[in-house]
């Protein structure tokens, strides 16, 4: 809300914000995670085996900061679609790629405030969101920016309700292949 109010400071920057899912392989990504717990303990530790997240590679999420950027006017929020997967599914490929038939998956329990399934965009959010081009959707401020709502004027609406982890499941095949066109399989 600050980067989105900002723009009434009316200075020469523009100031748009840009949410997406995890970027795969970034600093504290699961997959490295993952990956030391294979091979140092022959085990994944995941908090809930329901859980899901969204996932982005590293390529796709700085092709989607760079159209934001380019096409931002100032006051919107970018949302990155993103696939969204099973961590389970997730620890499964990275078992059979780097693991062994003794490698298990142990269930720890969640954290406190830890969630299920992430949320990329609100209920509340969704009465202002359009969607923009295939990759991106557009959350405008309830605030009034005139210029602003009228570069976006000839966008859909936002044609679901929210942008829910659970919603947008890709197969395990999929997560698979996710891995692999991020580097991050062989």
Known sequence: KLIVYANHLYSDTDFICVRGGNVL???????????????????VSITDKRM?????????????????????????IFIMNSPACRILDMAEVLIEAYGNEKTSIAETGARPGEKLHELLISPHERQHAVSFTNDLAVVLPAIKMPELHKKYADCQ??????????????????VKEMLKEGGFLE
């Open 157 to 174: 609406p936002l044609e679901t309700d929210h942008l829910s982890s659970k919603d947008f499941l890709i197969s395990k095949k999929e």
């Open 25 to 43: 392989g970034s600093s504290g990504s699961v997959l490295q995670l993952f990956k030391d717990q294979i091979r140092k303990k022959n085990q």
């Open 52 to 76: 899901t997240r969204f996932f982005l590679t590293k390529e796709k999420t700085i092709r989607l900061l760079l159209k934001a950027a380019e096409s931002g006017q100032g006051g919107e």
